[in-house]
């Protein structure tokens, strides 16, 4: 399998950095290179799956508390 491989100087470590782009309220996690810290891909900070995730079963759970019948998971 190929080696990722920095765009910018061909350098293969990468880290993720956290920031704040100027007029953003949001933070970011930006995949760079370790050596140069060419940008390869910027990713949530927050992990909205999971969050989806906990979000669900709570409604699930008060739904059930609530006897409110909703559509089983698909």
């Known amino acids: ?10 350098n293969h470590s990468f880290e993720l950095v956290e920031s704040s782009p100027l007029s953003s309220n949001f933070k970011f996690l930006f995949l760079q290179c370790a050596h140069c810290g060419g940008v390869a891909g910027v990713l949530d900070y927050l ?4 969050i989806l995730t906990e ?5 699930r759970k008060m739904a059930r508390a609530l006897n409110i019948e909703i559509e089983s998971d698909s």
């Open 1 to 10: 399998m190929p080696e990722p491989t920095c765009a910018k100087c061909g």
């Open 47 to 50: 992990n909205i799956g999971s």
């Open 55 to 59: 979000q669900n079963k709570l409604l």
